[in-house]
């Protein structure tokens, strides 16, 4: 095992599948025209560009007309969020969004602040959880959409999406949802879950990095982002990146196509995982929600040692992985997630996240138990912090 | 992003345990900002030379590679070399950090004029060579930053 590496950063970004690079191949060669052409060359890209809108938008009970391809999830959540405030500034100013959102929708709601919108960024429990009834008690007469990821990036906490669409529906606020770490890991239907809104990328279900989409329910009042041509349907400026977008259809058929038969082994490993670590090295926890999390997630602080030199140790091992700590977000605070969850800055700083894919097995998760239990405790041997602990015990 | 020299000292980091007889001792660095660095000297009273030097840093791998130079640095020199030691030096010694890492190397800096300034305290002088850094090290480099933009 030491000879090949234990990849274990999947919700960072996932390997390209052999049948996702299969279907992609010829649109970079063969079939290169420009899908607004109107010979032959083009109206091949055409049909390939169609049937991969097709496929994504049946991988979340969508119509074709209501998805619209981007180069990013972040670009879709950008979209989704700056568009849908200007288009809706007459009806009001107010945003309803978490404390644990990805940068792509905090960062767009603090920019959209600085233009007099009003932001209600909601707390989370100790799980990372929001709750519903704290959505309802937000809205205002002013709330023009409601921002909530569906899953967690960081810690794996699953939203009560389904809940939180039935009150938006109810109060006629537009809902979107960031669900980039949720395609292919949970079942969505935008209509039973009453989502007006959706961002997903690739990359992250074994797709090609560059390729995401919006959904955006059909009667949604929102501007285009990219202007400058009359691609996706007037809404998003730009030819079509062919190869990527027939990728990203491709990736989506396959990870939707066996979400319970994959969250089971996958919650399977990552729940001897956690056992493991906790059991077996003392002072950890476990950051997020037992059971409402993503099925390949495992967010883990160890106390009294920091994030980046863990990773340095395991990479050294083998094993590669992410972590919340400051050193590594290449910012002065650790993790605003971690901190969300009302963890101290010197326990967000020793967070690790291992999250999985399909291509990962149980032997490997003894290598990595194994691996951390050395590395932890090599850390600790050194850390000051856990010199007096050990003292004051002792 | 680290040189070797920085990677070959964290992995196996010089002078790494506590003094039990030390005569200087320094901590610098918050848990909070992510970095801790605590150093223990062994002074020769008549010769003012550090005889022998132990560290403890909890800290990324700058951190700990910069702890690790440092104590090598300072090894054998008389307290006023060591006080003469730059965190620049420490870096330059680790074939340089990356940009958003050379905080860490005050924290090495910060930690040796510490436990100097330990070593006069014990014998009861007040040092005046003491430079403290208030908050986090990253943040002192955000205020630098933050008064280039004003100027």
Not at chain 2, 64 to 70: F, N
Not at chain 2, 133 to 146: A, I, L, V
């Amino acid at each position: 095992m030491s000879n090949s590496r234990i990849y274990v950063d999947n919700s960072a970004t996932t390997p390209m599948k052999k049948e996702v690079l299969t279907s992609m191949l010829p649109y970079f060669s063969e079939i290169y025209g420009n899908p607004s052409s109107v010979y032959a060359e083009g109206r091949e890209a055409r049909k390939a560009v169609e049937l991969s809108r097709e496929k994504v938008a049946k991988a979340i009970g969508a119509q074709p007309n209501e998805i619209f391809f981007t180069g990013s999830g972040t670009e879709a959540d950008n979209w989704a969020i700056r568009m849908v405030a200007r288009a809706n500034k007459a009806k009001g100013n107010h945003i309803i969004t978490t404390a644990v959102e990805h940068h792509a929708v905090l960062h767009t709601c603090q920019e959209l602040e600085k233009d007099g919108f009003e932001v209600t960024y909601l707390p989370v429990d100790e799980f990372g959880m929001v709750s519903a009834e704290a959505v309802e008690n937000a809205i205002k007469d002013t709330t023009v959409l409601i921002t909530i990821m569906t899953a967690n990036n960081e810690i794996g906490t699953i939203m009560p999406i389904k809940e939180i669409g039935a009150i938006a529906k109810q109060h006629g606020v537009i809902f979107h949802t960031d669900a980039v770490q949720a395609i292919g890991m949970i079942d969505i239907d935008v209509n039973d879950m009453n989502i007006d809104l959706l961002s997903l990328t690739g990359h992250k279900f074994h797709g090609p990095k560059g390729s995401g989409a919006l959904y955006v329910r059909k009667g949604t009042k929102i501007g285009s982002f990219i202007t400058g041509g009359a691609q996706e349907r007037n809404k998003r400026a730009g030819t079509e990146n062919v190869a990527s977008i027939v990728g990203l259809g491709t990736a989506i058929e396959l990870a939707t196509s066996n979400i319970s038969e994959k969250t089971a082994k996958l919650s399977k490993m990552r729940d001897y995982l956690i056992n493991e670590i906790l059991e077996k090295i003392p002072y950890t926890r476990l950051n997020g929600h037992r059971t409402q999390r993503l099925a390949g997630n495992t967010n883990i602080s160890f106390e009294f040692i920091e994030g980046e030199s863990l990773l340095l140790m395991l990479d050294m091992k083998g094993i590669s992985a992410s972590s919340g700590s400051a050193c590594t977000s290449g910012s002065l605070d650790p993790s605003h997630v971690l901190l969300a969850i009302g963890l101290k800055h010197e326990i967000a700083h020793g967070s690790l996240r291992i999250s999985l894919s399909e291509d990962n097995t149980m032997e490997e998760m003894d290598y990595i138990v194994n691996s951390l239990i050395e590395i932890v405790g090599k850390l600790r041997a050194m850390s000051p912090l856990y010199e007096k602990v050990s003292k004051g015990n002792a | 992003m680290y040189s070797e020299k920085v990677m070959d000292h964290f992995s196996n980091p010089r002078n790494v345990g506590e003094i039990e007889t030390a005569n200087a001792i320094g901590e610098v660095g918050n848990p909070k900002c992510g970095d801790i660095m605590k150093i223990y000297m062994q002074i020769d009273d008549e010769t003012k030379t550090i005889t022998d030097v132990k560290f403890k840093t909890f800290g990324c791998g700058a951190a700990v590679a910069t702890s690790s130079m440092a104590t090598e640095m300072v090894k054998g020199k008389t307290i006023d070399e060591a006080l003469k030691i730059t965190n620049l030096a420490v870096a330059e010694a680790l074939d340089g950090l990356p940009p958003v890492k050379m905080h860490c190397s005050n924290l090495a800096q910060e930690a040796i004029h510490s436990a100097i300034a330990d070593y006069y305290k014990r014998k009861g002088i007040e040092p005046d060579f003491i430079q403290k850094c208030d908050g986090c090290c990253s943040s002192c480099h955000n205020h630098d930053h933050e008064h280039e933009i004003e100027e």
